[in-house]
C-alpha cells in the first residue's frame, strides 16, 4: 500500500504501543470526567460571586477532555493505518474503542451538557460527534480488511 509508513515485521509490538497509548487516554479521559463531575457538583453548591473561579476549573478541564479525546482519536487513526498495511487486528484495541463509542463518548456528552449551563461546549459535543464516527469507521473497516482468525 502506498500509505504504509511501517514495518510490519513487528507489528506485534506497533498494535501493543497503540494499545497501550489508547488505554491511557480513555484512562485519562475517564479521571478528566470524573473531575469534571466533582466540578460541577461544587459549582452548583456555590453562591454566584463564588463561581466564576470553578468556571475557569471547568474551562480548563474541558480542554484536558479535549486532548484525551484527540489521543484517542490519533489511536484510532494509527489502528487503522496499521489493519490495513500489515492486515493484523488486535481484539483488546478494538474492545478499547467499543468502550469508546457504548460508554466514555455517553458520559462526555452527558456531562458536557450538564456543563453547558456553565461554559459553551459546542465545539466539544461536535468532537465527541467527530471521534465517534471515526471510530465506528474505523471498526467497519478494519473488520472488512482482516477476518479475524478461528
Known sequence: MSDCRVNCSNITELLQFNVSRAAQALQE????????????????????????????????????????????????????????CCLARDDYMEALLGYYLMAGSRRERELLSAASRVVDVSEDIDGIGRVTRLIQEVLVSVSSKVRRGG
Open 29 to 84: 479521559h475517564a479521571d478528566l470526567l470524573e473531575r469534571m463531575r466533582g466540578q460541577l457538583n461544587q459549582y452548583v453548591s456555590l453562591r454566584d460571586e463564588e463561581r466564576e473561579g470553578m468556571v475557569e476549573q471547568v474551562e480548563d478541564t474541558i480542554k484536558s477532555i479535549r486532548s484525551a479525546r484527540e489521543g484517542v482519536e490519533k489511536a484510532a487513526r494509527e489502528y487503522e493505518m496499521l489493519v490495513g
